[in-house]
T-cell receptor, first 113, second 116 residues
């Protein structure tokens, strides 16, 4: 059974640009969550998508957005990049977003210069 | 909202020694608790989880954790450390969200160093 696939693994962008990250969940999983990991703030919840709808959102500015497609693949977008957006972005896949836990991808390392 | 506290941002043990990583939680409902491990430039790998069944939970790679409600703790242990255990470990609690679904609330992590 294939795991959670995140692409690309590494990205370097310039301040002011926008970026799109992709996540393919485990087959059959309908919930995809995104987390940001930084040395200063640790692991923080960005948002969760379930059946193509954003069901929950963390405390991030509107520059952070996402979507989910009918095949459950998800993308997140960050517009007008700031230096502080440099982070590891992790995608987590779950059957239905229940409490039983999530499977994480390897992440996308975004560096903003 | 639930929260998790990991005591000790860095723990160093000798190879073959006991590993003990501490985690305390705060939860208004029976918690679902997790331990994840992260190797450099990798995602999070689930070690084990507590979902209100047995209080002693066995995970992968010889790790186990005991849920103690009276102490609000879920400490991670391994009887004998191996060099390959060197990594960062995160304790997390599942937090129910108003929109339905859940999110994970993580502790700040403990970096485990294993020395010869």
């Amino acid at each position: 059974k294939a795991g959670v696939t995140q692409t690309p693994r590494y990205l370097i962008k310039t301040r002011g640009q926008q970026v799109t990250l992709s996540c393919s969940p485990i087959s059959g999983h309908r919930s995809v969550s995104w987390y940001q990991q930084t040395p200063g703030q640790g692991l923080q919840f960005l948002f969760e998508y379930f059946s193509e709808t954003q069901r929950n959102k963390g405390n991030f500015p509107g520059r952070f957005s996402g979507r989910q497609f009918s095949n459950s693949r998800s993308e997140m977008n960050v517009s007008t990049l700031e230096l502080g957006d440099s982070a590891l972005y992790l995608c987590a896949s779950s059957l239905d977003g229940s409490r039983y836990g999530y499977t994480f991808g390897s992440g996308t390392r975004l560096t903003v210069v | 909202a639930q929260s998790v506290t990991q005591l000790g941002s860095h723990v160093s043990v000798s190879e073959g020694a006991l590993v003990l990583l501490r985690c305390n939680y705060s939860s208004s409902v029976p918690p679902y608790l997790f331990w994840y491990v992260q190797y450099p430039n990798q995602g999070l790998q689930l070690l084990l989880k507590y979902t209100s069944a047995a209080t002693l939970v066995k995970g992968i790679n010889g790790f186990e954790a005991e849920f103690k409600k009276s102490e609000t703790s879920f400490h991670l242990t391994k009887p004998s450390a191996h060099m390959s255990d060197a990594a960062e470990y995160f304790c997390a609690v599942s937090d129910r969200l108003t929109g339905g679904g859940n999110k994970l609330t993580f502790g700040t992590g403990t970096q485990l160093k294993v020395e010869l």
